[in-house]
Protein backbone atom coordinates (compact mmCIF):
# COMPACT_ATOMS: atom_id res chain seq x y z
CA UNK A 1 0.00 0.00 0.00
CA UNK A 2 1.64 3.66 -0.82
CA UNK A 3 1.22 5.95 1.89
CA UNK A 4 0.84 9.66 1.39
CA UNK A 5 4.39 11.65 3.23
CA UNK A 6 3.17 15.07 4.10
CA UNK A 7 6.44 17.00 3.77
CA UNK A 8 7.34 19.80 5.98
CA UNK A 9 5.25 22.60 4.26
CA UNK A 10 2.27 25.12 5.38
CA UNK A 11 -1.07 24.08 6.30
CA UNK A 12 -3.12 23.52 3.26
CA UNK A 13 -6.56 24.41 5.63
CA UNK A 14 -6.77 28.19 6.02
CA UNK A 15 -7.25 28.28 10.02
CA UNK A 16 -9.16 31.86 9.87
CA UNK A 17 -12.03 30.44 7.61
CA UNK A 18 -12.40 27.56 9.67
CA UNK A 19 -12.80 29.17 12.84
CA UNK A 20 -15.01 31.77 11.06
CA UNK A 21 -17.79 28.76 11.29
CA UNK A 22 -18.06 28.19 14.13
CA UNK A 23 -20.26 26.58 14.99
CA UNK A 24 -19.75 24.39 12.17
CA UNK A 25 -22.91 22.26 10.24
CA UNK A 26 -20.99 19.18 10.81
CA UNK A 27 -22.71 15.64 9.34
CA UNK A 28 -21.56 12.13 9.67
CA UNK A 29 -20.12 10.62 6.22
CA UNK A 30 -21.22 7.75 4.86
CA UNK A 31 -19.28 4.90 6.25
CA UNK A 32 -19.76 6.94 10.51
CA UNK A 33 -23.14 6.52 9.67
CA UNK A 34 -22.89 2.89 9.53
CA UNK A 35 -20.44 2.67 11.99
CA UNK A 36 -22.64 4.80 14.84
CA UNK A 37 -25.71 2.61 13.61
CA UNK A 38 -24.00 -0.50 14.35
CA UNK A 39 -22.44 0.63 17.40
CA UNK A 40 -25.82 1.88 18.53
CA UNK A 41 -27.63 -0.97 17.69
CA UNK A 42 -25.00 -3.00 20.04
CA UNK A 43 -25.82 -0.91 22.81
CA UNK A 44 -29.43 -1.11 22.28
CA UNK A 45 -29.46 -4.64 21.97
CA UNK A 46 -27.08 -5.50 24.70
CA UNK A 47 -29.25 -3.30 27.52
CA UNK A 48 -32.09 -4.81 26.35
CA UNK A 49 -31.31 -8.50 26.51
CA UNK A 50 -29.60 -7.67 29.52
CA UNK A 51 -32.30 -6.25 30.95
CA UNK A 52 -34.23 -9.20 30.22
CA UNK A 53 -31.99 -11.79 31.65
CA UNK A 54 -31.66 -9.80 34.62
CA UNK A 55 -35.64 -10.01 35.12
CA UNK A 56 -35.52 -13.79 34.08
CA UNK A 57 -32.99 -14.33 37.02
CA UNK A 58 -34.84 -11.93 39.50
CA UNK A 59 -38.03 -13.49 38.68
CA UNK A 60 -36.50 -16.93 39.37
CA UNK A 61 -34.75 -15.76 42.90
CA UNK A 62 -38.05 -14.37 43.83
CA UNK A 63 -40.15 -17.49 43.10
CA UNK A 64 -37.25 -19.46 44.49
CA UNK A 65 -37.54 -17.29 48.03
CA UNK A 66 -41.24 -17.74 48.02
CA UNK A 67 -41.45 -21.40 47.44
CA UNK A 68 -39.06 -21.72 50.33
CA UNK A 69 -40.93 -19.81 52.63
CA UNK A 70 -44.44 -20.68 51.44
CA UNK A 71 -44.18 -23.70 49.42
CA UNK A 72 -45.40 -27.81 49.65
CA UNK A 73 -42.97 -30.07 48.02
CA UNK A 74 -44.09 -33.23 45.72
CA UNK A 75 -42.40 -35.25 43.46
CA UNK A 76 -42.52 -34.68 39.68
CA UNK A 77 -41.99 -36.47 36.90
CA UNK A 78 -39.25 -35.46 33.81
CA UNK A 79 -40.77 -35.59 30.65
CA UNK A 80 -37.37 -33.76 28.71
CA UNK A 81 -33.87 -33.13 29.55
CA UNK A 82 -32.20 -30.78 26.66
CA UNK A 83 -28.45 -30.32 27.43
CA UNK A 84 -27.36 -26.65 27.12
CA UNK A 85 -24.22 -24.73 27.21
CA UNK A 86 -24.46 -24.19 30.81
CA UNK A 87 -26.23 -26.90 31.89
CA UNK A 88 -29.93 -28.59 31.74
CA UNK A 89 -33.10 -27.60 30.28
CA UNK A 90 -35.35 -29.70 32.57
CA UNK A 91 -39.63 -30.23 31.60
CA UNK A 92 -41.42 -31.79 34.38
CA UNK A 93 -45.04 -32.36 35.37
CA UNK A 94 -46.34 -33.23 39.03
CA UNK A 95 -49.69 -33.80 40.36
CA UNK A 96 -51.66 -32.00 42.98
CA UNK A 97 -54.84 -33.70 44.41
CA UNK A 98 -55.22 -35.12 40.77
CA UNK A 99 -54.72 -31.98 38.98
CA UNK A 100 -51.55 -32.43 36.67
CA UNK A 101 -49.29 -29.48 36.34
CA UNK A 102 -46.60 -28.77 34.52
CA UNK A 103 -43.39 -26.26 34.67
CA UNK A 104 -39.63 -25.93 33.52
CA UNK A 105 -36.38 -25.01 34.28
CA UNK A 106 -32.78 -24.32 33.06
CA UNK A 107 -30.56 -26.49 35.88
CA UNK A 108 -26.86 -27.56 36.44
CA UNK A 109 -25.55 -30.67 35.43
CA UNK A 110 -25.88 -32.00 39.02
CA UNK A 111 -27.80 -34.84 40.47
CA UNK A 112 -31.16 -33.15 40.85
CA UNK A 113 -33.22 -36.45 40.53
CA UNK A 114 -34.69 -38.39 43.55
CA UNK A 115 -32.61 -41.29 44.86
CA UNK A 116 -33.62 -44.34 42.89
CA UNK A 117 -35.51 -42.68 40.29
CA UNK A 118 -33.49 -41.06 37.29
CA UNK A 119 -36.91 -39.60 36.13
CA UNK A 120 -37.94 -37.98 39.22
CA UNK A 121 -37.78 -34.92 40.48
CA UNK A 122 -38.68 -32.76 43.56
CA UNK A 123 -40.37 -30.04 42.94
CA UNK A 124 -42.08 -27.05 45.37
CA UNK A 125 -45.17 -25.27 44.65
CA UNK A 126 -47.77 -23.02 46.09
CA UNK A 127 -50.67 -24.32 47.62
CA UNK A 128 -52.88 -21.67 46.63
CA UNK A 129 -51.83 -22.13 43.20
CA UNK A 130 -49.36 -24.50 41.79
CA UNK A 131 -48.82 -23.13 38.32
CA UNK A 132 -45.85 -21.55 40.81
CA UNK A 133 -43.51 -23.99 40.99
CA UNK A 134 -40.06 -24.59 40.51
CA UNK A 135 -37.13 -27.24 41.00
CA UNK A 136 -36.56 -27.42 44.85
CA UNK A 137 -32.95 -27.80 43.68
CA UNK A 138 -32.75 -24.90 41.21
CA UNK A 139 -29.66 -22.42 41.89
CA UNK A 140 -28.69 -19.73 39.76
CA UNK A 141 -25.14 -19.37 41.39
CA UNK A 142 -23.45 -20.64 39.02
CA UNK A 143 -20.33 -19.53 37.51
CA UNK A 144 -21.97 -20.26 33.88
CA UNK A 145 -24.61 -18.03 34.43
CA UNK A 146 -22.13 -14.94 34.54
CA UNK A 147 -20.30 -15.99 30.95
CA UNK A 148 -23.77 -14.81 29.31
CA UNK A 149 -23.87 -11.51 31.19
CA UNK A 150 -20.34 -10.62 30.66
CA UNK A 151 -20.10 -11.19 26.89
CA UNK A 152 -23.61 -8.72 26.96
CA UNK A 153 -22.32 -6.02 29.37
CA UNK A 154 -18.92 -6.35 26.89
CA UNK A 155 -21.17 -6.08 23.81
CA UNK A 156 -22.78 -3.11 25.48
CA UNK A 157 -19.37 -1.24 26.83
CA UNK A 158 -17.94 -1.64 23.14
CA UNK A 159 -21.55 -0.20 21.25
CA UNK A 160 -21.60 2.57 24.05
CA UNK A 161 -17.43 3.57 23.80
CA UNK A 162 -18.37 4.09 19.99
CA UNK A 163 -21.10 5.97 20.14
CA UNK A 164 -20.04 8.34 22.87
CA UNK A 165 -16.47 8.60 21.09
CA UNK A 166 -18.71 9.09 17.62
CA UNK A 167 -20.41 12.01 19.39
CA UNK A 168 -17.58 13.63 21.05
CA UNK A 169 -16.10 13.87 17.72
CA UNK A 170 -18.81 15.48 16.15
CA UNK A 171 -18.86 18.05 18.91
CA UNK A 172 -15.13 18.82 18.80
CA UNK A 173 -16.04 19.09 15.35
CA UNK A 174 -18.81 21.44 15.56
CA UNK A 175 -17.40 23.84 17.86
CA UNK A 176 -14.06 23.23 17.99
CA UNK A 177 -10.75 25.76 17.78
CA UNK A 178 -8.30 25.69 14.24
CA UNK A 179 -4.92 25.51 14.87
CA UNK A 180 -1.83 24.97 13.05
CA UNK A 181 0.12 22.35 15.08
CA UNK A 182 3.85 21.46 14.23
CA UNK A 183 4.76 17.86 14.06
CA UNK A 184 7.11 16.16 17.10
CA UNK A 185 7.43 12.71 15.96
CA UNK A 186 5.81 10.19 14.07
CA UNK A 187 5.79 6.22 14.30
CA UNK A 188 4.09 3.38 12.62
CA UNK A 189 1.43 1.91 14.22
CA UNK A 190 0.03 -1.20 12.51
CA UNK A 191 -1.72 0.28 9.07
CA UNK A 192 -1.81 3.92 10.43
CA UNK A 193 0.93 6.12 11.85
CA UNK A 194 0.79 7.98 15.55
CA UNK A 195 1.51 11.32 14.72
CA UNK A 196 3.13 13.19 17.83
CA UNK A 197 2.67 17.03 17.79
CA UNK A 198 2.20 19.72 19.26
CA UNK A 199 0.36 23.76 18.69
CA UNK A 200 -0.32 26.99 20.96
CA UNK A 201 -4.11 27.47 22.19
CA UNK A 202 -5.70 30.85 22.45
CA UNK A 203 -4.17 31.30 25.89
CA UNK A 204 -0.37 31.02 24.29
CA UNK A 205 -0.13 27.58 25.82
CA UNK A 206 1.54 25.32 24.17
CA UNK A 207 -0.35 21.60 24.32
CA UNK A 208 1.03 18.27 23.02
CA UNK A 209 -0.75 15.31 21.67
CA UNK A 210 -1.18 12.92 19.01
CA UNK A 211 -3.34 11.06 16.65
CA UNK A 212 -3.13 8.14 14.60
CA UNK A 213 -3.57 8.88 11.00
CA UNK A 214 -3.51 7.18 7.39
CA UNK A 215 -0.86 9.23 6.05
CA UNK A 216 3.05 9.80 7.48
CA UNK A 217 4.04 12.91 8.61
CA UNK A 218 7.97 14.54 8.63
CA UNK A 219 8.93 16.15 11.58
CA UNK A 220 8.45 19.73 11.52
CA UNK A 221 5.60 19.71 9.31
CA UNK A 222 2.48 21.58 9.52
CA UNK A 223 -0.55 19.74 10.72
CA UNK A 224 -3.59 21.38 10.97
CA UNK A 225 -5.38 20.46 14.40
CA UNK A 226 -8.55 21.27 16.46
CA UNK A 227 -9.08 21.45 19.75
CA UNK A 228 -11.93 22.20 22.56
CA UNK A 229 -11.47 25.68 23.66
CA UNK A 230 -12.34 24.57 27.73
CA UNK A 231 -10.57 21.68 27.08
CA UNK A 232 -7.67 21.61 24.75
CA UNK A 233 -6.79 17.86 25.81
CA UNK A 234 -9.25 17.46 23.43
CA UNK A 235 -7.75 17.01 20.24
CA UNK A 236 -7.30 16.03 16.64
CA UNK A 237 -6.08 16.72 13.47
CA UNK A 238 -8.80 18.75 11.46
CA UNK A 239 -10.66 18.23 9.74
CA UNK A 240 -11.68 14.78 12.44
CA UNK A 241 -11.83 11.67 9.80
CA UNK A 242 -15.27 10.82 9.21
CA UNK A 243 -17.19 13.87 9.01
CA UNK A 244 -18.09 16.47 6.52
CA UNK A 245 -19.05 20.13 6.71
CA UNK A 246 -21.52 21.41 5.01
CA UNK A 247 -21.05 24.02 2.50
Known sequence: MIRKVVPDSACE????????????????DSESVKALGLALLMLLFGIVIFIWMSHEEITGLHIQH????????????IEM?????????VKYTFSVDGVAYSGQAQMEVLDYTLPGDREGILIRYLPN????????????????????????LSITWVGGKV??????????????IAAVGKVTACAPNKALFTVYYEF????DKVEESSSRLADEYE???????????????????????GFRIAE
Open 13 to 28: ISISTANAQIPRKVYF
Open 66 to 77: VLSRDGNAVSGH
Open 81 to 89: ITPTRVGEF
Open 129 to 152: DPRVNQPASWRWASIWDFFPFLLL
Open 163 to 176: ALKALRLRTLMRIG
Open 200 to 203: TTEE
Open 219 to 241: VGASIPIIYLRNNPRRNSRYPVA
